[in-house]
């Protein structure tokens, strides 16, 4: 860190003044050591549960057990967390419009780019979703995958119709949550509990899960680049 | 125990409001009705989990039938339940009081429009975190609250609210960090997120220290007990009204209420000296919140700082540590929501009455909002803990712990904070009856938005009244353990 | 000492230097990166201890809980960023104000 002494002014570089990040760094240095004590004396092996995710994974519907974890045996904090991508959409939105961006062409190298990587990306999207299932991969991974074509699209000027930038846009946003939240209730009256899969429906219902999820999850991520509500045609 | 309703309560609770946000974003021009169907929907299903938690006493629900450790569970006993309650009878209310609010002739369509899916978002985190049995599991809905708070804030637009919404984010991430570190350490050390498993397998070892004391700080720090409450002020008095009022009535005593389960579960070996600690720092916040609230210039400031103050109270039971002290304190968590809902929604009535908030201009506002400022003086009553108030009887069972812990002090505190909330309450309710300088232009306030605040006002002075009803649920699962009892 | 622990103590390496960076720098942009780095170091706490399964496949549930977080902390950045530049716009600066005994 430099050190360049001038004591009156409030902030230097955007930082506080030196005498004001001393302490928080001698205290902070102090915090670091705790912690990585902390850490060291966690016993040298642990399987955590490794153990029970390994002997139920035959009945989660899919072999990988990462996927598992998430789709099934946590499904509800996956399920929350489709709530928590929704909602930072829903609090860009409420901040305001989209910020106009100065209408400049792309340029030839980035125009000719989207236009190879656009339909390539949402090809491994969709790769990595189907693999999910026994690999890595999976829904998020996919997800983004899936964002970075919008994003990449955004950036050539491209815009969503104002004809689909109303309720369509807003269901295909919700997608995920719902279908996630439809089945985990749908599955009560067929005598389990909330996302309780059968054996025998669960690898289709968590790649039906995973398949919304996915569309969900790109599209919102590509909103969320926009910074704010897309124009919609005159009625929504 | 073994019989399993047709109908999942608990389940419930959780989805309908995610439900309710999905359908008033989807049709924005219908959000009125569906929020306000939805709302009634909680109100229902969360009496029915009542009925059932008082038939059958605590539930738990394994989630997709793993059961913990490999799944999640949700988890109903007294305590729990009365949680859901609050945020029942508070957001029933404060979804009508919206109803007045967001859709005055003059108020802009846009906001309305956000609002609904924002507050059932929030309201859906709040029960989901109420119910949950899962330390990951509760990061999670933390994260949700937080989230869904900052962006109502955020919705009154301006420089203030704005700029509170920016620093309440940065808190509300970084208190969620430290808790998440927490959990990280917890569970690498003892195989499990459950709260009842770590329960049986925790045991004092540096890996807990660390977690105790990261995620306390976290904790601490979303609760804003003094001297961490730097951002509430700014934050819930720069919120539109109903957003103020669900803020200190029920966003910050999520975080307590995850806070006293972890206390009382998981760190029950937490030394003396750390509940001496945290209960000094809130009869300091007390003292603290009731002077800076005398001495605010604008109405919701004030409020706003009695909250800081109000929230000191409840640290008070951590150095008694017995059963009657954790009730007061949970007591005193009810009374100061309904209370505090009340007082915010009075606030936005007069703001929106003269067009501002300042204590010195409220020039004769009695005779123009009679309803108004008797529900501010109703709830002025249960904050000062006042008999018959739900407030009297909180401070009554703390000072009743305190003298039972030998530790009569904290007593005092009580007394001083009565004081000095009764100083401010009576300092408004002078103003509002003086006729100041500068005579302003009014417009008419809705008569739902006057209505709504006299009866959560009444309700505060009820729960005074029927107190032995709430106290007998909170006794269900016996949260606060049964060793030390009677 | 493992190399499970030694990413560990990164991670806590990382959670301190960003909680670091958080308090002693004012621009908000650069505060919102600083929550990140703190995210980012407590993931690699979770994941790096999940590997001490002495060479069998790793315990899947933190990763799943880290995929988790990250979406938690994506969203939440995303929140962040568009809230600056409307604390920018309103007050001119990407910077909040300094607290005057509040």
């Known amino acids: ?236 | 125990m073994s019989y399993v309703p047709d109908i999942h309560w608990g389940v419930m609770v959780i989805v309908l409001p995610l439900a309710g946000a999905v359908c008033c974003f989807l049709w924005p021009r219908r959000a009125v009705p569906l929020g306000l169907v939805t709302a009634l929907g909680i109100v229902a299903c969360v009496a029915g989990l009542g009925w059932q938690v008082v038939e059958q006493g605590a539930q738990r629900y394994a989630v997709g039938g793993w059961g913990a450790p490999l799944g999640i569970d949700l988890y109903a006993d007294g305590l729990s339940l009365l949680m859901l309650m609050v945020a029942a009878v508070a957001g029933l209310g404060i979804s009508v009081y919206s109803c007045g609010y967001f859709h005055r002739p003059d108020a802009k369509r846009d906001k309305a429009k956000h609002f609904w899916p924002l507050w059932m978002f929030l309201w859906a985190a709040l029960n989901a975190l109420f119910l949950s049995a899962d330390i990951f599991n509760l990061y999670v809905t933390l994260e949700l609250l937080g989230l869904a708070a900052v962006a109502l804030v955020a919705l009154a637009g301006g420089a203030d609210a704005l700029t509170g919404a920016m620093r309440y984010l940065l808190v509300s991430l970084l208190g969620s960090l430290f808790y998440l570190l927490g959990v990280a350490l917890l569970y690498h050390g003892f195989g499990s997120v459950d709260i009842t498993l770590l329960a049986e397998r925790v045991e004092p070892s540096p890996v807990v220290w660390a977690a105790m004391g990261l995620m306390v700080t976290g904790l601490l720090l979303k609760t804003a007990l003094f001297p961490l409450h730097f951002w509430l002020p700014s934050a819930h008095a720069s919120a539109p009204a109903p957003v103020s009022a669900l803020l200190s009535a029920l966003v910050v005593k999520a975080s307590f209420y995850i806070l006293l389960r972890l206390w009382l579960e998981i760190f029950p070996f937490a030394n003396a000296a750390l509940a001496q600690l945290l209960g000094l720092l809130g009869a300091a916040a007390v003292l603290w919140g009731g002077f800076q609230a005398l001495f605010q210039a604008r109405l919701k400031m004030l409020i706003a700082y009695s909250t800081v103050a109000q929230l000191g109270y409840l640290f008070l039971a951590f150095p008694l540590a017995n059963v009657i002290g954790w009730t007061g304190a949970l007591y005193m968590l009810l009374s100061h929501a309904v209370a505090k809902t009340a007082m915010f929604m009075a606030a936005g009535n007069i703001l929106y009455f003269g067009g501002h908030d300042r204590i010195v201009d409220l020039d004769r506002v009695v005779q123009r909002l009679p309803l108004t400022i008797t529900a501010f003086a109703l709830a002025g009553v249960s904050i000062m803990g006042l008999p018959p108030s739900g407030g009297f009887i909180a401070k009554w069972l703390l000072l009743e712990a305190a003298i039972r812990a030998a530790q009569w002090w904290w007593g005092g505190i009580l007394i001083l904070g009565g004081l000095l909330s009764a100083a401010w309450v009576f300092k408004v309710v002078g103003y509002a009856f003086t006729q100041s300088e500068v005579p302003h232009e009014t417009r008419t306030v809705p008569a739902s938005m006057e209505w709504t605040a006299l009866v959560m006002a009444v309700v505060a002075i009820l729960l005074g009244l029927f107190a032995p009803w709430p106290l007998a649920l909170l006794e269900i699962g016996s949260p606060f353990g049964r060793e030390n009892a009677g | 000492m493992s190399s499970a622990f030694l990413y560990a103590l990164v991670g806590v390496g990382l959670f301190t230097l960003g909680l670091y960076a958080l308090i002693v720098h004012t621009h908000l942009l650069r505060k919102i990166l600083a929550i990140n780095v703190m995210a980012s170091g407590v993931f690699l706490v979770l994941v790096a201890l999940a590997a001490r399964t002495q060479g069998a496949t790793p315990d899947p549930v933190p990763h799943a809980m880290v995929i988790t977080g990250i979406v938690v902390a994506v969203s939440a950045t995303a929140l962040a960023l568009a809230l600056m530049l409307r604390v920018r716009a309103e007050t001119g600066r990407a910077e909040l104000a300094e607290e005057s005994q509040e």
């Open chain 1, 1 to 236: 860190m430099k050190k360049t002494r001038k004591p009156k002014s409030i902030t230097e570089n955007g930082k506080k003044p030196a005498q004001f990040r001393l302490l928080p760094a001698v205290l902070l240095s102090a915090l670091a050591v705790g912690l990585g004590y902390a850490v060291l004396s966690l016993p040298s092996q642990a399987s955590g549960l490794s153990e029970p995710v390994a002997a139920n994974l035959e009945s989660s519907g899919v072999s990988n057990p990462v996927t598992a974890v998430l789709l099934n045996f946590r499904g509800y904090d996956t399920l929350l967390e489709l709530g928590v991508l929704l909602l930072a959409l829903l609090g860009v939105w409420s901040l305001g419009a989209a910020p106009k961006r100065r209408e400049s062409s792309p340029g030839l190298v980035l125009e000719m780019l989207s236009r190879l990587l656009v339909p390539l990306l949402i090809l491994v999207a969709g790769y990595l979703l189907w693999i999910g299932v026994h690999a890595p991969g999976g829904a998020f991974q996919a997800g983004s995958v899936l964002a970075t074509a919008g994003v990449l699209s955004l950036l050539t000027g491209w815009r969503l119709d104002t004809r689909f930038s109303g309720l369509p846009l807003r269901i295909t946003l919700v997608a995920g949550l719902g279908v996630f939240v439809v089945v985990g209730i749908v599955l009560i009256p067929m005598g389990g509990r909330l996302l309780a899969y059968p054996p025998s429906f669960a690898g289709a219902l968590i790649l039906l899960i995973e398949a919304a999820a996915t569309l969900s999850i790109g599209i919102t991520l590509a909103a969320l680049f926009l910074g704010g509500r897309p124009e919609t045609g005159g009625h929504s």
